[in-house]
């Protein structure tokens, strides 16, 4: 059964779609039966073209990559998630909608916080090494969710586990 991880972020346009793409990428790598997702609180309706192109020099397929409502995943028929992730500040600390977990348990949520790179100084030549320094630090975070026996590990294990990743 896979196992579904949904990635949130206010606008669903760059750190959470760097995770998306991160955490596909990489669970298809390693033959893992492991699903990105990504959403948003406030989507922009686009996502921004450093981290498409972060992706895409990557290696990674940005097509099918659109911005999308956190709401889509809290339907009955939206895929069973195990874990949800926020990874900016605003959309942890907002109240997030009941998300459908798997055997009628709630996701893990944790918290992975990262400085927007649509901030950055420096024109597009700094926004795009901050969105490759981003694309890249939550890549290293996905390979260690990877790397836990995410269909082994009990609900404690796994949110002590994933706090970690968060610390490291």
């Not at 981290?51 to 999308?68: N, P, R, V, Y």
């Amino acid at each position: 059964m896979s196992i579904h991880v949904l990635v949130l972020c206010t606008h669903n346009s760059a750190r959470s779609v760097l995770a998306e793409g991160m955490l596909g990428h990489w669970a298809h790598r390693l033959g893992r039966d492991v699903v990105a997702h990504s959403a948003g609180s406030a989507p922009s309706g686009r996502i921004n073209p450093h981290a498409l192109e972060a992706l895409a020099m990557a290696g990674i397929d940005t097509a099918a990559f659109h911005s999308k409502r956190w709401d889509e995943f809290a339907t009955a028929d939206a895929p069973p998630l195990a874990i949800v992730i926020t990874v900016c500040d605003s959309a942890a600390a907002e109240v997030c909608p009941v998300f459908h977990g798997r055997a009628g348990e709630a996701p893990i949520k944790v918290h992975w916080g990262y400085p927007d790179p649509s901030n950055a100084e420096g024109g597009d030549e700094g926004k795009r090494r901050a969105f490759e320094l981003t694309r890249q630090a939550i890549g290293y975070r996905m390979l260690q969710l990877l790397a836990l026996p995410l269909e082994t590990m009990d609900r404690g294990a796994l949110r002590v586990a994933l706090e970690d990743i968060a610390r490291s």
